[in-house]
């Protein structure tokens, strides 16, 4: 019988089905270099409210840096971010703690920085990373502009500070042979990040990682488990599906590893293995509701489970829908090393590198300017597959699976 801390601990459990955190290990071996990194140094954390961005804040805020600022513009996840941090039982002492509802691309955000003294580390976690945004060429412009261009305005924004910096920005394992736009821009991400053209030559480091999904995130599909039975809705699930995990806490503990660890221009990946890793979210669901105490009633369209839903409760079953995976941008099993890339070993027990390689073709800054032409001129039209022959100019491992149907159009 495994003692658990918390429940959040126990529902990770459901899903990595591991009894000790991944990289437990490496942390303990590494900790003096982690501590020696962040000890004194003054640290923004951009998308610091989100799922992966507070988990790695938590860990952060272990270490005695000079100065910890979070920038989100989710103002109630920030809010509860403090109570968290303020409310644990580990020492939470930081002179200088500053969280801040501003837009990280905005001209509130390039005040702030010339208005505060330099910093030491910036770790970006903010991305639109929705596989759903496919739906419209106005929610992938939003994602373009937030993964691609306001990134490109932080850069030269750091850059008048005149100092040199350590930088992480993570990234998906959908970034790995992307079949879907949203993969492509973080793919992009990565190349200008890497790239001296476009980083102005600020960064002194500059890591990345590439990581699996992140168990009952916000957003996510296990999240949404959680909030469909709360108000007793049915559940959904794509058959045929594996999926590697990671809980909240090694999502921190990855970004934290990937920040001060990593040698620069490489990308932090997990050890993990297809036969023994990947899970199968069916089995998945029928743990989960287990858990809660109810058995699966599998059911074959979403009108059937909506009728079933009001008899099946007080008999200890729940309603859940079984879809194929034959949604735009899905892939049946995820990959962290795309085509023409090598792992490299770092010396860690369960984390591995990724060397980054350039683009074969294109010029990132030209496409750069394009992207943002395209996007600022509202006289002209843009289509998907504008969107796709652009990106697909640097981007030209792109194969975009593109189907009837979107996630909008599922329950």
Not at 53 to 62: F, L, N, P
Not at 172 to 199: Q, Y
Not at 376 to 387: E, T, V
Request: with cysteine; glycine share 4%; net charge neutral.
């Amino acid at each position: 019988m495994i003692n658990f801390a918390h429940r959040d601990d126990e529902l990770a459990f459901l899903v990595t089905q591991r009894k000790q955190g991944l990289f437990v290990q490496d942390l303990e071996e590494h900790s003096e270099q982690i501590r020696k990194s962040l000890n004194n140094k003054r640290v923004l954390v951009i998308g610091g409210a989100g799922s992966i961005g507070s988990a790695t804040v938590k860990e952060i805020a272990r270490f005695e840096t000079s100065a910890l600022h979070i920038i989100d513009i989710n103002e109630n996840n920030l809010a509860e971010l403090v109570r968290d941090l303020r409310s644990s039982t580990d020492r939470f002492a930081l002179n200088d703690f500053r969280t801040l509802p501003v837009d990280f691309g905005s001209p509130i955000m390039h005040r702030f920085i010339l208005e505060q003294p330099p910093y030491d580390y910036v770790l970006n976690f903010a991305a639109l990373k929705h596989v759903r945004n496919e739906k419209d060429t106005y929610s992938l412009q939003q994602m373009f502009e937030t993964n691609i261009l306001k990134p490109k305005k932080l850069f030269a924004w750091l850059a008048a500070k005149e100092r040199s910096l350590s930088y992480f920005c993570v990234s998906t394992d959908k970034a790995a042979n992307p079949v879907n736009l949203m993969g492509a821009s973080k793919r992009l991400m990565e190349h200008i990040i890497f790239s001296k053209e476009t980083t102005a030559r600020v960064f002194t480091k500059v890591t990345s990682s590439r990581f699996a999904n992140v168990a009952f995130s916000d957003g996510s599909l296990l999240y949404s488990w959680l909030r469909r039975l709360a108000k007793k809705q049915p559940l959904a699930v794509p058959e045929g599906t594996r999926r590697y995990f990671l809980s909240s806490q090694e999502s921190g503990e990855i970004c934290l590893l990937a920040s001060t660890c990593t040698p620069t221009n490489h990308i932090l990946i997990p050890r993990l293995e297809p036969d023994k890793d990947l899970q199968d979210l069916v089995s998945i669901a029928k743990s989960f509701l287990k858990f809660h105490g109810y058995e699966p009633h599998f059911c074959k369209t979403e009108s059937e489970a909506k009728e079933s839903l009001k008899s099946d409760i007080p008999r200890g079953k729940y309603p859940i829908v079984l879809t194929p995976l034959d949604t735009t941008g899905e892939k049946p099993e995820e990959e962290f090393v795309g085509v023409g890339e090598k792992t490299v070993e770092i010396g860690m027990r369960n984390l591995l590198t990724i060397e980054y390689v350039p683009p074969k073709m294109g010029n990132l800054v030209e496409l750069l300017d394009q992207l943002e032409h395209c996007i600022s001129a509202p006289s002209r039209p843009i289509q998907k597959q504008d969107l796709i022959a652009l990106v697909s100019r640097v981007v030209s491992e792109l194969c975009h699976a593109d189907r009837e149907k979107g996630l909008d159009d599922r329950m």
